[in-house]
């Protein structure tokens, strides 16, 4: 699945690939309705309906995933928010293990997330994963999300590489579609992101179910 004599960068998303989705999906379909419910007076069922059509009209935009602007439209605290359910952010299996083998066979690893710089420190907070990365890229500081086509544009001005010999792992399709047409040579989808929704079906990409599976062939460098 991955020559790693052909790979000098490995770029991971968080959410879903490093970190167990089960925290978002909980967070924004249960949790957020509760509190906006309890806050406007609605029933746990209006307010999911409401939500889903606001998410649903900024999908795949930077607006989606800043929780400044969640916090202005629905006047909650989304930040304070996160941090009452914060104990349901996990490392999914083997991810500590494959980005200390990738540093020790001599790849860069470069995390490339969607996150808000708030969300991304309460996660790095938790997690502890800061230290095991060479670069922290925001798309909240390029402008632009990993599903517009400039964004790839402006990583590479941000952080070089180059894109044949780069490896990018993403649990997002969309995003993955838009890495793989600026280029990208090595693509790599999560099978399960969610640790507790079903495993999915994955057409057009390679796909893992966490990261053992892929790391019989890295040897160390040194």
Not at 77 to 90: C, N, P, Q, S, Y
Not at 144 to 150: A, R, V, Y
């Amino acid at each position: 699945m991955i020559d790693w004599n052909q790979i000098d960068i490995v770029m991971l998303d968080m959410d879903g690939t490093l970190l167990d989705l089960h925290f978002d999906n909980h967070f924004w379909l249960e949790h957020v309705p509760a509190r906006y419910a309890e806050a406007k007076g609605l029933s746990l069922e209006q307010a999911k309906g409401e939500l889903l059509a606001r998410y649903k009209s900024v999908e795949g935009t930077l607006e989606w995933y800043c929780i400044d602007h969640w916090s202005r439209e629905l006047e909650l605290d989304i930040a304070l928010l996160k941090e009452e359910v914060d104990h349901l952010i996990a490392v999914h299996p083997h991810v500590i293990d494959f980005l200390d083998l990738l540093m020790c066979a001599g790849k860069e690893r470069v995390l490339v997330t969607n996150a808000h710089q708030k969300t991304l420190a309460l996660k790095m907070e938790k997690t502890r994963l800061a230290g095991f990365f060479d670069q922290v890229i925001s798309s909240h500081q390029l402008g632009l999300p990993k599903e517009h086509p400039e964004f790839w544009n402006r990583l590479q001005n941000l952080h070089p590489f180059d894109r044949e010999r780069t490896l990018f792992v993403d649990d997002s399709l969309s995003v993955l579609a838009s890495a793989r047409e600026y280029g990208i040579h090595w693509l790599l989808a999560m099978l399960k992101p969610d640790s507790k929704a079903p495993s999915r079906e994955i057409g057009d990409y390679s796909a893992i179910h966490d990261f053992s599976e892929i790391m019989s062939g890295l040897r160390c460098s040194v």
